[in-house]
């Protein structure tokens, strides 16, 4: 299965600004997803980023706030914008095995307090 | 509506008795479902998918679609299988749908 490296596992951030989170693939992969874990929730699809074209967002959920960006096959980052304390979450990529009978792998989640 | 639930937020047992964590799903189509553990401190990985019919660390779920259930099972509970489980669905757009979660605690 793929491996995903995530970065940072943590940050601290001030309300009003911006963090950004990035995603490393070790291997070509067509669909990546980003999810929300807010504390003691279950994961929520933000949205799905395909490589080539523009993400597709979950209700709730819109490009101003968390831009994704998908340069190429490998790589993705995911942007939480104009911070406030309801941002805090773990924020976690995931990417899917060959065929989804696989499962998907996940990063090791960016866990985000905003201050 | 694509869904999964999973009734109990926490299921406390003792070491050696069996477990049973709850999974049901809504979904239209032919379902595809998996069973996720989080260990503390660690990332979530997969531990079980129906299509696979194997048995991971003693555990084993079986698909029944005419209950439109997916329960994790193990016979004889150990203390390291204390950790969060999430069942979760594949959405018809490629993504995961995750229930809540149950948090299980297997006692000394």
């Known amino acids: 299965s793929a491996v995903i490296s995530q970065k940072p596992s943590r940050d601290i951030c001030q309300r009003g600004t911006s963090l950004t989170i990035q995603c ?12 929300r874990q807010q504390p003691g929730q279950s994961l929520t699809l933000i949205a799905t980023a395909n490589q080539g074209s523009e993400a597709t967002y979950e209700s709730g959920f819109v490009i101003d706030k968390f831009p994704i960006s998908r340069p190429n096959l490998t790589f993705s980052t995911l942007t939480v914008s104009n911070m406030s304390p309801e941002d805090s979450s773990i924020y976690l990529c995931s990417v899917a095995g060959t065929g989804s009978i696989y499962g998907y792998t996940f990063g090791s989640g960016t866990r985000l307090t905003v201050v | 509506a694509q869904r999964v639930t999973q009734p109990e ?24 479902l998996f069973w996720y553990v989080q260990y503390s401190r660690q990332r979530l990985q997969l531990l079980l998918r129906h299509i696979s019919r194997e048995s991971i660390k003693g555990f084993t779920a079986d698909l029944n679609k005419g209950e439109t259930s997916f329960h994790l099972k193990k016979p004889f509970a150990q203390e390291e299988d204390s950790a969060m489980y999430y069942c979760a669905l594949g959405g018809s757009q490629g993504n995961l749908i995750f229930g809540k979660g149950t948090k299980l605690s297997v006692k000394p």
Do not use: H, I, R
């Not at chain 2, 299921?11 to 189509?29: D, H, I, Q, R, T």
């Open chain 1, 24 to 35: 490393q693939v070790d291997s070509q992969v067509t669909m990546m997803f980003w999810y």
């Open chain 2, 9 to 32: 937020k926490l299921l406390s047992v003792f070491k050696g008795a069996p477990v049973e964590l709850k999974c049901n799903y809504s979904y239209s189509g032919s379902p595809e």
